[in-house]
């Protein structure tokens, strides 16, 4: 996923924040400079490494309160400046101003996020506690400041390029979106409700990583984990010795609802404890249980809707998305939803059939559907995931596949950096090339669970490519996959080979980007165009050319052998029933939690989640939502509410456009120029629904994506 739970509010440092309402004229405001206290703090200047790359080696804990502090000031008065100054509004004195401003803050926020996101501690996460409502105020005095919003209503659009006229609208409308036309009255509500719900959302934020981490799952005896192997077992052991439990075995949580390690266990017991622990983690009625903060989310974001004179807080949310409306959303959902759940009843089939056969005498369960769906695989495919990571060592994959299939399509290269400090010893550096030779960028890569870093993958930046504040992009790549025990390799499932894929695709669209102005750059999109690029870049994992050449086993060297390959392409669309539904189940389940037009529907959380399940027909009880509500992080701490549709409107993108480069000669550099011209590299500059059609040739269509599930022919 593109990372955006901050990168709503840190864009906004650009024009979303500060200056309380008044109507003065007084242009005397001075904008503050560090005093000799703060002079050794890495933070209130720009770095001096490549690219302002962050000094990691130099950055702690205690400098953050004193940036936040100083920032604000500053940015207080920077925008005070811009909204009362006494010169009529240009596009000069007011938009590319506010661009320019809140260097400090925006550079502190940055760092602080990825790293509450990455490697938190206590002293982060109390902090981030502390400034959440600081931040969400401070961003309330510029959207609801009426000089300020006079001054970019007067501006006029003639004389400016594409770009510029693109910013104006874009400030104008979000000044909108966010309230600039409520009373005084009811800016003040607005002011309160965006408060609380920034402290809530980061309380939720710090109990889901604490219910993770406490989660985790103990086994005493090795022969529970049979089914796993030598070095998974070797992994869990060295992960209880550090958890305080020598000579026991930890299986750590992810993200998700299914542990990709259910798919191996023998013990049916022992998937069953592994599965419970994760659905259950943030429903215990301890100091991480999560119902209570999501049920005062739910009714908060219902009252800013309203607030803002909308039914629910989705229509408000999606008024600047690809879909515009919840019930354009809800309709493609739709469209994917059925023929999902329908071939999934077919795939429980073929499971309790297989579960029937070996004289199993019970009835599939949730944690029995992976393990079981691989052994369907095998016996339908010859197929066996254990026969294929030998093949996906983690760096070959990354430097001899995603970088490979990046060097043909783009012409970009790449060269390992061992001199730029990191914030932990696990992250690798690189540093990009364009096809010219010129350098690009700065790239961060983060594999590793650990218990200092949120579940999932993301992508985020450190710095924006910007050319009217001369900027290059810093980027960074997180994931959480296990970390081998030491002298081991780090092999992965084909699954998690597509994760890497797709977050490189977030990663080569921040690369690429080229605005003149920070906050239409690179991956400032909407919400259901910022998955398309990552989305299609996944397929260049299967692409024969690029498989062959980081597809090699781990030991021997040797190339993936074609029968391998040929039983992976086959078995594309296998579990894809499951897959999809889960998939389709958990936007529904987030769309109906930000449809709500009346507090009388909010219900206590799981009865929610189980009437919405319901109502759309997921009532397969084998096939789970991939994020149950208690820890579906995505839409309660990052910033994907009423979003995560997202995910399968852009894949409608991805798969269409995937049809047509394959028509156009599949892996090459003309091909590559072209989606770099027109998706990569316009960020929010232009309409992007007339981006995809001047890419395409034509509208989206939704055949693609349900002939690549494999629900129509």
């Known amino acids: 996923m593109k990372k955006i739970s901050s990168v709503l509010l840190i864009s906004a440092l650009a024009f979303n924040q500060s200056c309380t309402t008044m109507k ?6 001075e904008v503050p400079a560090p005093d000799a206290s703060l002079a050794s703090n890495p933070l209130l200047k720009k770095s001096s490494l490549q690219y302002e790359a962050p000094e990691f080696d130099k950055i702690k804990n205690e400098h953050f309160k004193p940036a936040f502090d100083f920032g604000l000031k500053q940015h207080d008065a920077e925008i005070l400046k811009i909204a009362n100054n006494a010169q009529a509004p240009t596009f000069e004195n007011t938009i590319v101003a506010l661009e320019k401003s809140g260097e400090v803050l925006k550079r502190a926020m940055i760092i602080f996020s990825n790293l509450t996101s990455a490697n938190t501690n206590p002293a982060l996460q109390a902090l981030d506690e502390e400034y959440a409502p600081v931040f969400a105020a401070h961003s309330d005095k510029m959207y609801l400041n009426e000089n300020l919003y006079k001054r970019i209503k007067a501006i006029s659009e003639n004389g400016l390029d594409a770009e510029g006229k693109r910013l104006v609208q874009y400030y104008k409308q979000n000044f909108e979106i966010a309230g600039a036309n409520l009373s005084s009255a009811d800016k003040e509500k607005l002011k309160q409700i965006n408060q609380e719900l920034a402290s809530l959302s980061t309380q939720y934020s710090n109990k889901l990583l604490e219910a993770r981490k406490q989660g985790g799952v103990f086994f005493t005896d090795a022969k529970e984990l049979d089914g796993l192997s030598a070095d998974e077992i070797a992994a869990a052991a060295s992960d209880a ?209 650990r218990d200092s870093k949120n579940g999932g993958a993301w992508m985020s930046n450190f710095v924006e490519q910007s050319y009217l504040l001369g900027t290059k992009p810093v980027i960074v790549n997180c994931y959480n996959y ?41 991956t400032n999109v909407p919400r259901d165009f910022v998955e398309f690029p990552s989305q299609i870049n996944e397929h260049w994992a299967l692409d024969p050319v690029v498989l062959k050449n980081y597809a090699l086993h781990y030991e021997t060297k040797q190339p993936i052998p074609q029968s391998l390959v040929d039983k992976i392409k086959k078995a594309a669309t296998f579990n894809q029933g499951y897959m999809t539904t889960e998939l389709v189940s958990a936007a529904e389940l987030d769309m109906d939690w930000h449809t709500v037009t009346d507090e009388k529907q909010l219900i206590p959380v799981l009865d929610f989640e189980k009437q919405s399940l319901a109502k759309h027909g997921f009532t397969l009880a084998t096939v789970p939502p991939r994020y149950h509500t208690p820890y579906f992080a995505h839409i309660w701490g990052g910033g994907y509410s009423a979003g995560y549709y997202a995910y399968l409107w852009s894949e409608t993108l991805d798969n269409d456009a995937w049809e047509w480069i394959s028509k156009n000669g599949g892996l090459t550099r003309e091909n590559g120029d072209r989606f770099k011209k027109y998706i990569l590299s316009v960020g929010n500059s232009v309409d992007l629904n007339q981006a995809f059609r001047d890419f395409t040739g034509h509208d989206p269509d939704i055949k693609p994506l349900l002939r690549n599930r494999g629900f129509i022919k």
């Not at 990709?260 to 259950?280: T, V």
């Not at 070996?358 to 495919?381: H, I, L, M, S, T």
């Not at 030491?486 to 690369?511: A, N, R």
């Open 24 to 29: 003065t004229t007084d242009n005397s405001q």
């Open 241 to 449: 010795k550090n958890a305080g439990k020598p000579g026991q075995y930890l299986l750590a949580l992810q993200n998700t609802t299914q542990q990709p390690l259910l798919q191996n266990l023998k013990n049916r017991a022992a998937r069953e404890k592994l599965f419970k622990a994760s659905w259950m983690r943030a429903e215990k009625g301890d100091t991480n249980d999560t119902r209570e903060t999501i049920e005062k989310l739910a009714k908060l974001r219902l009252r800013k809707a309203q607030v803002l004179g909308k039914k629910s807080f989705a229509e408000w949310k999606l008024q600047d998305q690809m879909a515009k409306t919840p019930e354009a959303a809800t309709k493609l959902m739709n469209q994917i939803a059925a023929p999902a759940v329908e071939t999934a009843k077919r795939e429980a089939k073929d499971i309790q059939d297989l579960i029937d056969q070996q004289k199993g005498g019970f009835k599939v369960e949730p944690w029995d559907w992976n393990f079981y769906a691989e052994q369907v695989r095998k016996a339908k495919f010859d197929l066996d995931e254990n026969q294929i990571k030998p093949y996906f060592e983690i760096t070959t994959v990354l430097e001899k596949g995603v970088f490979f299939a990046a060097e043909k399509f783009y012409g970009l290269t790449f060269k390992k950096r061992t001199d730029l400090p990191v914030y932990h010893p696990d992250v690798v550096t690189y540093e990009v090339f364009d096809h010219d030779g010129k350098s690009l960028a700065i790239y961060y890569l983060d594999f590793y669970t």
């Open 482 to 522: 296990q970390k081998p025990a030491p002298g081991k390799p780090s092999l992965i499932s084909y699954d998690d080979v597509s994760t890497i894929f797709h977050e490189f695709g977030h990663s080569i669209h921040g690369m690429f980007a080229s605005q003149k102005y920070p906050s239409l750059s690179g």
